[in-house]
């Protein structure tokens, strides 16, 4: 079975501590994506990685960073700079980068931080 | 980047078709478009995607105009599962443009 998997479903912390969420993908992707979304809005872009060992700054990424050591995993830790970290965070990949090609979505990750 | 305009909620019932219209002004020449269907707590599910004309898959069409400025994603005879907020976004394969927007939220009632 192909697709994406996000680690945990739902994940709690206390402020001030660092938190990595997991993504992994068997879709053979270059490009993968990291997404924030909060109650009742759209997606917004933290980070996303072209090929293996590159990734490039989203739209919100102050208080994120991320890896991409495998083609198959890009963790996202959410750190403890990031002012409202408590959200929904989804993890995406497609076969290149680009809006031509179409990103499929994990199931996502629920943050709660207090 | 091109920016894109969706009404924010829409409502209809089971069995009619449903249109919802994204005006984007800005579109380059070399942009696509491209829909997203995302139910609550879940990730987005592609949908459909075009550059002019008319595009039809087993879900949706998609009806895009000669001067592009404007797409409409259409839903034929839909169902109470297709309650869910539909986005639509434009870009091109050079830029790293992937913005969705609030969407639209559609509501199909009985």
């Known amino acids: 079975d192909g697709g994406i998997t996000q680690s945990p479903k739902y994940l709690f912390r206390k402020e001030g501590q660092n938190v990595t969420l997991s993504c992994e993908q068997n879709?053979?992707?270059?490009?993968m994506y990291w997404y924030r979304q909060d109650p009742g809005q759209g997606l917004r872009l933290i980070y996303y990685?072209?090929?293996?060992?590159?990734?490039q700054k989203g739209d919100i990424a102050e208080g994120y960073s991320v890896s991409r050591e495998k083609k198959e995993s890009f963790p996202l830790t959410v750190t403890s700079a990031q002012k409202n970290p408590t959200a929904f965070y989804l993890c995406?990949?497609?076969?290149?980068?680009?809006?031509?090609?179409?990103?499929?979505f994990g199931p996502g990750t629920r943050l709660t931080v207090t | 980047l091109a920016k894109t305009t969706q009404p924010i909620s829409m409502d209809s019932y089971e069995g009619q078709e449903v249109n919802i219209t994204c005006s984007h002004n800005?579109?380059?020449?070399?942009?696509?478009i491209t829909w997203y269907q995302q139910f609550p707590s879940q990730g987005p599910r592609f949908i459909i995607q075009?550059?002019?004309t008319k595009v039809t898959n087993e879900v949706a069409s998609l009806f895009i105009p000669a001067d592009r400025k404007s797409s409409t994603l259409s839903l034929p005879r839909v169902s109470l599962s297709d309650t869910a907020v539909y986005y639509c976004?434009?870009?091109?394969?050079?830029?790293?443009?992937?913005?969705f927007g609030p969407g639209t939220r559609l509501s199909v009632l009985p």
């Open positions: 879709l053979n992707h270059d490009a």
């Open positions: 800005n579109i380059a020449t070399n942009d696509y």
């Open positions: 976004l434009v870009g091109n394969n050079y830029g790293q443009n992937f913005v």
């Open positions: 075009g550059y002019k």
């Open positions: 995406a990949s497609s076969l290149y980068a680009g809006q031509g090609y179409e990103q499929y």
């Open positions: 990685s072209q090929i293996v060992n590159d990734f």
